[in-house]
């Protein structure tokens, strides 16, 4: 099983998070995959959308990786 489909048979959504943010934190300071720590900080917020660590970690990636698009997104998420 990969590592999101281990995440998601977490029962409680509470161990979701936390296992993306260790995840996410992975991908992005030892592995430099800053795409997977997009889609680990995305799920955050699917999971708890006033995730306020992870949308500005997503504000910090796309503005690494100038994705402008999505980083007016976060600002616009942010903001309400």
Not at 5 to 29: D, F, K, N, T
Not at 37 to 66: G, K, P, V, W
Not at 73 to 78: H, M
């Given at each position: 099983?990969?590592?999101?489909?281990?995440?998601?048979?977490?029962?409680?959504?509470?161990?979701?998070?936390?296992?993306?943010?260790?995840?996410a934190?992975?991908?992005?300071?030892?592995?430099?995959q800053?795409?997977?720590a997009?889609?680990?900080?995305?799920?955050?917020?699917?999971?708890?959308?006033?995730?306020?660590?992870?949308?500005?970690?997503?504000?910090?990636?796309?503005?690494?990786?100038d994705?402008?698009?999505?980083?007016?997104?976060?600002?616009?998420?942010?903001?309400?």
């Amino acid at each position: 099983a990969t590592l999101n489909e281990r995440i998601a048979s977490q029962p409680a959504a509470e161990i979701q998070v936390l296992l993306h943010q260790r995840a996410a934190a992975i991908c992005e300071e030892r592995l430099e995959q800053f795409d997977q720590a997009i889609e680990h900080h995305r799920a955050i917020l699917t999971l708890a959308a006033d995730n306020l660590e992870s949308a500005s970690s997503l504000e910090r990636l796309y503005q690494l990786t100038d994705r402008l698009s999505d980083l007016a997104a976060i600002f616009l998420l942010k903001s309400s």
